[in-house]
């Protein structure tokens, strides 16, 4: 079992950053890789970033390469995804997940069951 909870987020402007944060508590969290989903309003969840229990392998949706960094530090079990050149599209909720199978975690969002509360993302034009 693994809790996992969100923080950072907020309101940026078109082009700039915001970070958002996550900790994984319980006693294998370091097991556990881990990722973001996002879901903006009226639409289902969708992938953007997830990295292995390692931080070995790495995957970013495809909208999302070249603006977003995902990093884990696995002393604090923390994963942060950093988002860079923010578009009005990136609204949204992002959600923090993680799962013992990093295939799983990056392609099966139904099967996965240790989701974070949310937190609000929101780019003004």
């Known amino acids: 079992q693994v809790e996992v909870v969100e923080s950072g987020g907020g309101l940026a402007q078109v082009g700039g950053s915001l970070r958002v944060s996550c900790a994984a508590v319980?006693?294998?969290?370091?097991?556990?890789?881990m990722g973001w989903y996002r879901q903006a309003p009226g639409g289902g969840r969708e992938f953007v970033a997830g990295v292995s229990f390692s931080g070995g392998t790495i995957r970013y949706a495809d909208f999302v390469k070249g603006r977003f960094t995902i990093s884990r530090d696995n002393v604090k079990s923390t994963v942060d995804l950093q988002m860079d050149n923010l578009k009005p599209e990136d609204t949204g909720v992002y959600l923090c997940?993680?799962?013992?199978?990093?295939?799983?975690?990056?392609?099966?969002?139904?099967?996965?069951?240790?989701w974070g509360q949310g937190i609000q993302v929101t780019v003004s034009s």
């Open positions: 997940v993680a799962d013992l199978n990093f295939q799983t975690l990056v392609g099966h969002p139904p099967s996965l069951r240790f």
């Open positions: 319980g006693s294998s969290s370091r097991s556990y890789a």
